[in-house]
């Protein structure tokens, strides 16, 4: 069966960065799309951006200007996700999950990573 | 890109149902059959109950159904159980590979 796994929670200062891990298996990495989705505390989802783990291919939300880098290491089945200049608006969960490529089904979620920037 | 429109509240006795609408744009939701929804409960990761508009993954009770109008998605669920008590997300693939999420909707079984 599917599973994903994050990382754990983080604390970071405004103007810094996080990279938040997502690690999966029981289902081939590189015939998947990883995306990302975030939820700050009693907000809706918002969906920041996919790495095709196969080719590496990205595409990220314009709603990031440019902060969001999404990498992935198919060696290690996992993909990471780089939120750059963080400010306190970037408090969030943060979710990746696994599609299989093409499938537009979101279907194997992690269990979500809370970053807090504070100073 | 903003987010689709959904209702903030929905509501339902047992065993009725209730029925949460999701409206985009002919650049989302009118443009594509790739409408999903989601249920939440809180601190948890969204589960996929519906994907391509209609289509249920397994294990997801057929009381859980879905549609398309134009612009307009919704989600039906059928004799309320408490247990639907949740948020319900919808998504929709946008143009250019892009997705986009609703509101939001709290569904409350009375």
């Known amino acids: 069966q599917v599973q994903v796994v994050q990382s754990g929670a983080e604390l970071k200062k405004p103007g810094a960065s996080v990279r938040v891990s997502c690690k999966t298996s029981?289902?081939?990495?590189?015939?998947?799309?990883i995306q990302w989705v975030r939820q700050a505390p009693g907000q809706r989802l918002e969906w920041m951006g996919w790495?095709?783990?196969?080719?590496?291919?990205?595409r990220s939300s314009q709603n990031f200007q440019g902060r969001v880098t999404i990498t992935r290491d198919t060696s290690a089945s996992t993909a990471y996700m780089e939120l750059s200049s963080l400010r306190s608006e970037d408090t969030a969960v943060y979710y990746c999950?696994?599609?299989?490529?093409?499938?537009?089904?979101?279907?194997?979620w992690g269990q979500g990573t809370l970053v807090t920037v504070s100073s | 890109q903003s987010a689709l429109t959904q209702p903030p509240s929905a509501s339902g006795s047992p065993g009725q149902s209730v029925t949460i609408s999701c409206t985009g744009t002919?650049?989302?939701?009118?443009?594509?059959?790739?409408v999903s929804w989601y249920q939440q409960y809180p601190g948890k990761a969204p589960k996929l109950m519906i994907y391509?508009?209609?289509r249920r993954p397994s294990g997801v009770p057929d009381r859980f159904s879905g549609s398309k109008s134009g612009n307009t998605a919704s989600l039906t669920v059928s004799g309320l159980q408490p247990e639907d008590e949740a948020d319900y997300y919808c998504?929709?693939?946008?143009?250019?590979?892009?997705?986009?999420f609703g509101t939001g909707t709290k569904v409350t079984v009375l």
């Open positions: 999950l696994q599609e299989d490529w093409g499938s537009f089904r979101f279907e194997y």
């Open positions: 029981g289902a081939t990495f590189t015939s998947s799309a």
């Open positions: 790495i095709n783990a196969g080719n590496g291919d990205t």
């Open positions: 002919s650049s989302d939701v009118g443009g594509y059959k790739y």
């Open positions: 391509e508009v209609n």
């Open positions: 998504s929709s693939y946008a143009s250019s590979n892009t997705y986009v």
